[in-house]
């Protein structure tokens, strides 16, 4: 595994997730624990991306999601699923893109400074619902279709490469 990754930050977002994702692939290593890859990911993304204030994964169990890998601040711990714009996506299994989160109904709100995010849905080999990954941004409008293409391709290396309903939370 490569433990440089190096990311040139003059580069186009587009750019940047087409040498991101290869190195993403190489990074995820079913033979280590779901909750190192899961760490390591959100550690690629905050460093690749100065848009990002907040990365994380919500992880399903029963009806709710809970706070799992993230960097960024401390943040809410429990979201019941249908709830927020991460319970949103988990509940319809959809990427959602929010581009000022005031406008978003029941946005909850764990850092006053968030203004936009991106929240998908990640599945299990099974294509259950495991968790959502959930971005967010002080800057309004900093998530498109080029984020939701690429993310949903680090998702899907997720659901490929481990078997993610293994993983239970205590
Ligand atoms: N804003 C999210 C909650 C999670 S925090 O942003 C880290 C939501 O509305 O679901």
Redesign the pocket.
């Given at each position: 595994m490569s433990e440089n990754i190096n990311i040139d930050q003059s580069l186009s977002d587009e750019k940047k997730y087409q040498l991101l994702i290869p190195q993403i692939e190489a990074l995820i290593d079913s033979d280590i624990p779901i909750i190192s890859n899961l760490s390591n990911i959100t550690a690629v993304l905050m460093d690749a991306f100065v848009k990002i204030s907040?990365v994380?994964f919500?992880i399903k169990k029963n009806d709710k999601l809970f706070l799992g890998s993230?960097q960024?601040k401390v943040?809410?711990t429990t979201?019941k699923i249908g709830?927020?714009?991460?319970?949103?996506s988990a509940a319809n299994m959809e990427t959602v893109i929010v581009k000022d989160?005031d406008s978003?109904p029941?946005?909850?709100?764990?850092?006053a400074g968030?203004k936009s995010?991106i929240?998908l849905p990640v599945l299990d080999e099974t294509n259950n619902l495991f968790a959502v990954l959930?971005i967010?941004s002080y800057d309004y409008s900093s998530f498109n279709e080029v984020d939701k293409n690429y993310l949903e391709q680090v998702c899907d290396l997720l659901s490929t490469k481990l078997k993610l309903s293994e993983f239970s939370l205590s």
């Open positions: 907040w994380g919500y993230f960024g943040a809410c979201i709830n927020g714009v991460c319970g949103t989160v978003f029941g946005h909850i709100a764990c850092d968030s995010e929240v959930d967010d």
